[in-house]
């Protein structure tokens, strides 16, 4: 799709972008949200979204877990996002970053197929959240949505 664009340019001898690859490393953000109600959400890249949990107790330590609610997917550059969302909007409150960084896959199976099946295995590779991490869709109470947080040892 972009073969027209590469074509017309000499990226030796234009300052304009190169066509970039995917970024290799994909990305979390943990937000502390001080909504209605204050939580944590904790947002792990699958292809080109932020597949998005609430964490009401926040990011479990070793050996704990957490129930988060699946909520709705958000846009990549999500992740850099903090500040105050105005009252009477959907989430009115303030935003922090809590931590960001790079994650792996520690399955075999694809992070997407991952999230399929639900079960994700993870390495958060954060300032303040590294190690291992799991995320279980339990739909604990028969609500689909429920997926425990769950730091491995
Ligand atoms: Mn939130």
């Given amino acids: 799709m972009l073969e027209e664009y590469k074509k017309k340019r000499n990226f030796k001898k234009t300052p304009e972008p190169i066509i970039s690859k ?3 490393k994909i990305i979390f953000v943990v937000q502390k949200h001080d909504a209605r109600r204050l939580h944590y959400d904790f947002r792990i890249q699958i292809k ?3 597949k998005s949990w609430a964490v009401p107790e926040g990011v479990p330590k070793d050996g ?3 129930l988060a609610i ?4 958000h846009p990549l550059s999500y992740a850099k996002f903090h500040g105050i969302i105005p009252e009477g909007n959907y989430g009115a409150g303030t935003v922090e970053i809590q931590d960001s960084g790079t994650f792996e896959n520690l399955r075999k199976i694809t992070l997407e197929e991952s999230y399929k099946e639900g079960k994700i295995e993870i390495l958060l590779k954060g300032k303040k959240f590294n190690g291992k991490y799991a995320l279980i869709n339990t739909k604990f109470n028969k609500n689909p949505k429920n997926w425990l ?3 491995m040892n």
């Fill in 149 to 151: 947080l769950i730091k």
């Fill in 64 to 66: 704990e877990k957490k």
């Fill in 48 to 50: 080109n979204v932020l």
């Fill in 70 to 73: 699946e909520t709705e997917d």
């Fill in 22 to 24: 995917k970024p290799k």
